[in-house]
Structure formats: C-alpha cells, structure tokens
C-alpha cells in the first residue's frame, strides 16, 4: 500500500475509534484553494460543535492553513496540488495528515527542519519566530520556514514525518500533527 494511502488510514482508524463523528474532513487528490476553505468551513463547526474553546479554534485553523499551503507552495503550483488531508477529533486532540509529493531533496530539508523544530522549546520558537519575520531576504512567496514554524507554534511537539521515495523521482511526504483541545 502506497505510504500516502497508509498515513492517512492509520490516523483515520485511530480518530474513528473515538466515534463515528471524528473524523471533520478528508480529501484525497487535486487540492485546490476551494477545498481549503470547505475544510475551514467543516472543522471550524465540528470544534464548535464541542463547544472548544476559541483559542483551540484559532491554532486549528492557523495549522491547517499553513498545512494545506505548504501542500500547495511544495508542488509549486499556486491553485491545486495532489495530495492528502484528514482532520480528526479525539477526546484529548485534533490530529492532522497532510501528504504530499516533493522532490527528494525537499523532503529531506523538510524532515531536517522539523527535527531542529522538535527539539526547540517554547522560548526558542518564539525567539527563532521573530528573527524569521524580521529576515529581509523573506519573499511574500514565503520559503523562509515560517509555515513549518507556525505549525510547530501552534501543535503538540513532537511533529510526525514519514518520507518514503516514489518511483516518479518524487518522494511521498507524510506530516502528522497533533493540537491541543485544551487551552
């Protein structure tokens, strides 16, 4: 089974194992922006739904966008990618996949950045956050890492990846992340 099909049906049976209601939103192929704003549109009522508190709404929200855009700026297409979503609820967590298709050497300057970003505490995120934001050489195209900071900001740490190569030259990226229910 394809890694991409195998990291979203391993956190579908763990979420769904929480209750048919669980799981907020899946997709799986093109990508497009419209879809991101359906997704915004399903998980924001299942949190209120629950009766989450805003701040838990306000970091789903923030991550799931982010992920969703790195999906898109990693296949370098602006308006719709291939890849893999699902957003699902447990007693304690969202959990959030996001697969993708990026060069081999974009996964592994991405595995390494979240290693560095796993081990950074709070202090140092926030520190290492405002020393991005302030960097000149920063383009409104991003690409200086602050989505993956962002995440890591706004998730439970450690960041799950799984990058398997694909016979296309291309590597199948799996990120799995985990925010908080509880402010």
């Known amino acids: 089974m394809p890694l991409q099909q195998t990291c979203v049906d391993q956190i579908r049976g763990q979420v769904l194992a929480h209750g048919a209601d669980a799981v907020l939103w899946e997709h799986t192929g093109l990508l497009t922006r419209a879809d991101l704003e359906a997704a915004l549109a399903r998980v924001e009522a299942g949190s209120l739904a629950v009766s989450d508190p805003v701040g838990v709404r306000k970091r789903l929200v923030s991550v799931l966008v982010e992920g969703v855009e790195n999906i898109l700026h990693h296949a370098g297409e602006a308006q719709a990618a291939e890849g893999s979503v699902l957003v699902g609820r447990t007693d304690e967590v969202y959990r959030i996949v996001l697969v993708n298709h990026v060069e081999p050497a974009t996964a592994a300057l991405l595995q390494h950045r979240i290693e560095v970003l796993n081990a950074m505490d709070e202090v140092s995120l926030k520190e290492h956050y405002l020393k ?52």
Request: hydrophobic share 40%; glycine share 10%.
């Open 132 to 183: 991005l934001l302030s960097n000149e050489s920063r383009t409104a195209k991003g690409g200086a890492g602050l989505g993956l900071l962002t995440m890591a900001r706004r998730s439970r740490r450690p960041m799950r990846v799984n990058v398997s190569a694909n016979g296309d030259q291309r590597a199948v990226f799996c990120l799995e992340l985990a925010v908080a229910r509880a402010d």
